[in-house]
């Protein structure tokens, strides 16, 4: 019963040059795609550390998501090598912590998938739906 | 008295006595049995307080970039990961080699209440190299248990292997009990030899990283999550965050899980005795992609 | 009338105990992965009740103080939601009456010392509502454990607030408490319906009590001592970490902050230490207290001198938790001996 009716909230973080504007292209394509994700717009995907990740959690998200250039099409060359080290190690820690690391997505999605960018969001919404809300980040202050 | 504390005394006093430094960092008996403290010496009569034993835990090497310390040359008492804590430091430009007087000890394997550290058992590095260091003093009494190979690499894992093997709830709940009893005093990280940002992110008010609830379980996950990561591939194994906590909270695992993980992927890496960058200082194409179009989802 | 009533066995206080726990929280001394605090107790094992007998009626205080259960760590004390475009503010709900079984007389004497501040006008209304729905049953100590200092501070048999003290019989095994206030009383009529018995005696416990230091001498000898560069040294050690404050029966720092989400919010007060860099750091960026030394030495001349000023008694009960868990050996002892030293130099 739960399923039917529970939206999850995801935190997308888009890296500026592709996976952003992959995001615009579904856009301007009329590509339609759940609502439940927000997107924000970080200047490269190693932008986002640790502690963003686990801030969208402690406010409420049910998935985050972080989106960058493939590997090898980095604006800044080894912006998504870094991010692929960092976010493997927070996955394993998160892991490790009995947290669950599946309602974090790493993936790299360019200026031109725009059907990727649909793909990824509608398949994590459908997986965060099944799993249901998540409480194990939360802080549990004014959760309605 | 030992030997190594006989000529830790004799070369304090000398270097005191010859201005070669202001002052001599080391470890002198505490107040309780059993206790060994941090002290500083400054003239060559008190150079006698100094000794080195088994209850010299305390990482020294972080002291050297309090503020207190600049401006002065500084002789300073290091065992093993201690130095490795310093060569690191020295790596990341934080301090100059020059300024300071290193004299190297051969540690005996410290003490964990009534037994031998856990984390001394699995140490390969207990005496700083000789080209390291300015001297080193050897002959310290090796407890049966420390003499031969440390105990091998993979059994120093033992604990984590066991919570891997748990399911995750149970994993959770663990850490759910451990982390319930943090009182966020930052003992933890003021101990830990390598974490040494001039500002920690926890302390900063703007961006203002941490809620201060302590009734939180999100916010100690948060905090534990991010030292852990801080420090992950610096970490020198010296134990120094497990001996501190007040609430003896197992926060080691969390460093050795990080530390394996990136040694399975990235090669073997000890911070401190191999040259830096350390693996998250550097990032490159030819490492595993995890989350590729096949990869990790 | 001191009403003395007593149990047949520890066990028999326990479930006594537990047969008002629809009315009391009852909260006892616990080992939990072998750190020990005090604990709500409900359902136990055979284990866990022998630890709670053990702690309760040990010579030593456990780690954690009972300061948690009258001044908790974080503290909600508003919520705030936005609705229809107008402010709601609520309060949270009241404290439940607790009992706290097992504290130790110096837990009692540092609640006093934070009365003096949170009691005083202007009261704080959370601690007040606590500490008027505690109940607190103290084992007097028979002798002084390791890392005790209560004589010196006088306060071995000091129970003044305590509401029932406790004693064990070893002839007998029996357990005896003596009420000895209007809350003990309420308590020991209770518990006497839940099948404890009257006693005729109660058994005085054989701690010797040696003269305290007098706190004017202390203070004026911390004046003296300002100066010292032992400041200097004792800082230079310290690694400024909070355990000290956070473990100390009479720290009462706190600091009030906001959490807020959206449409709605709380405003939660929380332990906050005077170790820590940003504890004086005002909105401009300036701190007072700038250095390690400054800290170091306000956290000692707060206890030994400006307390005895400000309420008229030292800041510190000598329950030696300080030092027996700061990483690098400093306890009130380390400053105590040497001005002790000190003065008599002179």
Not at chain 2, 156 to 179: A, G, H, V, Y
Not at chain 3, 13 to 34: F, N
Not at chain 3, 113 to 119: A, E, G, T, Y
Not at chain 3, 225 to 237: C, G
Request: proline share 5%; aromatic share 8%; net charge negative.
């Amino acid at each position: 019963m739960m399923q039917d009716t529970f939206e999850p909230k995801i935190i997308a973080f888009c890296c500026n040059w592709c996976s952003y504007a992959g995001a615009d292209l579904a856009g301007t394509g009329r590509l339609k795609y759940p609502e439940n994700i927000r997107i924000i717009r970080v200047p490269c995907s190693s932008r986002v550390d640790s502690a963003l990740v686990l801030r969208a959690f402690q406010n409420g998200a049910d998935g985050v998501m972080i989106a960058g250039c493939h590997p090898g099409d980095c604006h800044y060359d080894t912006g998504n090598y870094h991010t692929r080290k960092r976010m493997m190690l927070l996955k394993s820690l998160m892991e490790f912590m009995g947290l669950d690391e599946e309602r974090l997505l790493v993936k790299w999605i360019s200026g031109n998938e725009a059907d990727r960018f649909k793909d990824t969001v509608e398949s994590f919404t459908s997986k965060l739906k099944k799993m249901g809300a998540s409480g194990k980040v939360r802080d549990l202050r004014c959760a309605k | 008295m030992c030997k190594i504390t006989e000529e830790l005394q004799q070369i304090a006093a000398e270097l005191l006595k010859e201005g070669k430094v202001d002052l001599v960092l080391g470890y002198t008996k505490g107040e309780q049995e059993e206790q060994s403290v941090p002290c500083i010496v400054t003239q060559p009569e008190d150079a006698s307080k100094l000794i080195f034993d088994e209850y010299s835990e305390k990482a020294l090497s972080k002291y050297l970039l309090e503020e207190s310390f600049q401006d002065k040359k500084v002789a300073i008492v290091l065992k093993g990961c201690d130095q490795r804590a310093f060569k690191l430091m020295q790596d990341e430009s934080r301090l100059g080699r020059e300024d300071v007087y290193l004299i190297g000890v051969e540690c005996p394997g410290m003490k964990w209440g009534e037994d031998l550290s856990p984390f001394c058992l699995h140490c390969d590095y207990r005496t700083p190299a000789k080209e390291d260091v300015d001297s080193l003093l050897t002959g310290a009494d090796i407890p049966e248990a420390m003499q031969g190979e440390p105990l091998d690499h993979e059994d120093s894992f033992t604990d984590i292997n066991r919570l891997e093997k748990m399911s995750k709830e149970e994993r959770f709940e663990f850490w759910k009990r451990q982390l319930n009893r943090c009182k966020r005093c930052y003992t933890c990280r003021n101990a830990c030899p390598v974490c040494t940002c001039r500002v920690c992110v926890f302390d900063r008010e703007n961006p203002d990283y941490i809620d201060r609830a302590k009734d939180q379980m999100a916010q100690h996950q948060f905090y534990h999550v991010i030292r852990a990561f801080h420090v992950s591939d610096r970490c020198v194994s010296c134990g120094e965050c497990a001996r501190v906590c007040p609430e003896g909270i197992p926060l080691h695992l969390l460093n050795q899980k990080l530390l394996r993980e990136l040694d399975k992927f990235y090669g073997e890496y000890q911070a401190g005795i191999d040259e830096v960058p350390t693996p998250l200082s550097h990032a490159n194409a030819d490492e595993p992609d995890f989350f590729g179009k096949e990869g990790k989802a | 009338m001191k009403p003395v009533i007593a149990a047949k066995s520890f066990e028999q206080l326990l479930k006594a105990l537990h047969q008002l726990s629809s009315k009391y929280l009852v909260v006892a001394p616990t080992t939990e992965d072998g750190v020990e605090h005090y604990r709500p107790i409900t359902q136990m094992s055979e284990e866990q009740k022998s630890q709670v007998e053990r702690l309760s009626l040990r010579n030593q205080p456990p780690l954690g103080s009972v300061k948690p259960f009258l001044f908790p760590d974080s503290e909600i004390y508003i919520e705030f939601t936005k609705k229809d475009g107008k402010l709601d503010v609520q309060t949270p709900r009241a404290s439940v009456p607790q009992i706290i079984l097992g504290a130790k007389p110096c837990d009692v004497v540092s609640l006093e010392l934070i009365d003096k501040v949170f009691l005083e006008d202007p009261v704080d209304g959370l601690y007040q509502e606590k500490r008027d729905n505690t109940v607190l049953i103290v084992n007097q100590c028979d002798e002084m454990g390791a890392n005790c200092r209560c004589d010196d501070f006088g306060v071995q048999r000091s129970t003044g607030s305590a509401d029932l003290l406790m004693s064990k019989d070893e002839s007998s095994g029996k357990i005896l408490l003596k009420a000895q206030s209007e809350k003990g009383n309420i308590l020991a009529e209770e518990l006497l319906k839940e099948g404890m018995e009257e006693n005729p005696v109660f058994r005085e416990p054989k701690v010797p009590v040696k003269e305290a230091l007098e706190s004017e001498k202390i203070q004026q000898a911390m004046d003296d001592f300002f100066e010292s560069p032992f400041w200097e040294e004792l800082a230079m050690r310290c690694i400024g970490c909070a355990t000290c404050t956070f473990y100390c029966p009479t720290c009462h720092c706190y600091d009030i902050r906001d959490f807020q989400r959206k449409e709605q919010g709380a405003r939660y007060r929380t332990w906050d230490s005077c170790m820590f860099p940003d504890y004086t750091r005002m909105a401009g960026g300036h701190n007072p207290r700038p250095t390690r030394k400054d800290r170091v030495q306000n956290r000692f001349y707060h206890k030994l001198s400006y307390f005895v000023k400000n309420e008229g008694a030292l800041g510190c009960v000598g329950c030696g938790r300080c030092g027996e868990k700061c990483p690098v050996g400093i306890s009130m002892d380390t400053v105590l001996n040497r001005i002790g030293g000190e003065v008599n130099d002179k």
